[in-house]
Structures are given as structure tokens and as C-alpha cells.
């Protein structure tokens, strides 16, 4: 499975911004997808995922209510959509793909990973 990341840039305080990741290779619709946010400075850190379905979503504390993940199994792709922007949201949003039993919210759960895109909060 090869993703590719795409939808980041520059959004104010307040604003919206809509990632997509674009998924090549067989049995897409068979992996659990996330997404990952690397701050400068910081380790990667858990933002959202999606069962393969999509019927069950789990969020980091710091997006719920802000931040919604979907997906498009007959498109291969899965979005997040991002409202209520914060400058803490800034840095490089990765999405990835895993089929592991390991807990969701940990990059060792997934296999495959995007090039990842950039978003800067900012006045």
C-alpha cells in the first residue's frame, strides 16, 4: 500500500483545512487508517483513525470535537477534515495504514505510512 498525503497549507486561527491521503495497492477497504501529527520539536503523535469500515472513529483529546475522519473505500482515500484551527495543530500531518491487533493510537499499530503534509496555523 503506497499513500499519498495532500490538502495542507496555511489556515488561520479559527480556520478549516481538509486533508486527504490517496491510497494505491490492493485491500485498502481491509486496513485500519490514521493520522499522525509531528510538531516541530515533538514526537509523532496520535490525531485520529478509522476501522476499515468506518464505523468506529477514536480521537485525541486535543481534536475531538474539532477534527473528523472519513473515508471512501471506492475512492481509496481517507480524509480529515480540520475546523476550529489552532497554531497548536501546526507541523506535519502523516496518515498511515495497519492491519495490527496493537492499539490504534500507536504508530506501531500501522505498517505503511504517506510522505505527510504541512499545516501552519498562523496570524
Known amino acids: 500500500v503506497q499513500l499519498q498525503a495532500s490538502g495542507g497549507g496555511l489556515a488561520q486561527p479559527g480556520g478549516s483545512l481538509r486533508l486527504s491521503c490517496a491510497a494505491s495497492?490492493?485491500?485498502?477497504?481491509?486496513?485500519?487508517m490514521g493520522w499522525f501529527l509531528q510538531s516541530p520539536g515533538k514526537a509523532r503523535e496520535f490525531v485520529a483513525t478509522i476501522t476499515w469500515g468506518g464505523g468506529s472513529t477514536l480521537y485525541a483529546d486535543s481534536v475531538k470535537g474539532r477534527f473528523t475522519i472519513s473515508r471512501d473505500n471506492a475512492k481509496n482515500t481517507v480524509y480529515l477534515q480540520m475546523n476550529s484551527l489552532k497554531p497548536e495543530d501546526t507541523g506535519v500531518y502523516y496518515c498511515?495504514?495497519?492491519?495490527?491487533?496493537?492499539?490504534?493510537?500507536?504508530?506501531?499499530?500501522?505498517?505503511?505510512w504517506g510522505q505527510g503534509t504541512q499545516v501552519t496555523v498562523s496570524s
Open positions: 498511515a495504514a495497519g492491519r495490527s491487533p496493537l492499539s490504534p493510537v500507536t504508530s506501531l499499530a500501522y505498517d505503511y
Open positions: 495497492g490492493r485491500s485498502f477497504s481491509s486496513y485500519r
